[in-house]
């Protein structure tokens, strides 16, 4: 690394490790880690809800209502993505949509 240049990103990562094993900062290094895949869980999520609105299109009904549906393999991606989110519908929510829906 030249003094004048900043680290590149094998460099930070070395420069980091150092410095947690010299002081004790491994728990906020694992809570940056856990916010990481917790972000990246998210953006999992956003990219599932963007892929699903793309899919929804307008139609009438047989009782001439207008409707809007989306595809069913967008859906479960949607689905699966807010589960492994952590944001998945509880027992209660999903008694209560099937009330709903049935």
Do not use: C, W
Not at 25 to 51: F, G, S, T, W, Y
Not at 73 to 100: C, F, I, Q, V, W
């Amino acid at each position: 690394m030249a003094e004048d240049s900043l680290p590149t990103a094998e460099e930070f990562a070395l420069l980091r490790e150092a410095y947690a094993e010299t002081y004790p900062v491994r728990p906020l290094l694992n809570a940056i880690a856990a916010k990481d895949a917790e972000i990246e869980q998210l953006r999992a999520v956003a990219a599932a809800a963007r892929r699903l609105v793309e899919t929804a299109h307008d139609s009438i009904n047989h009782d001439g209502r207008d409707t809007t549906t989306v595809d069913e393999p967008a859906l479960t991606a949607l689905e699966s993505a807010l589960e492994a989110a952590g944001y998945g519908m509880t027992d209660e929510e999903a008694a209560e949509l099937e009330k709903s829906d049935g």
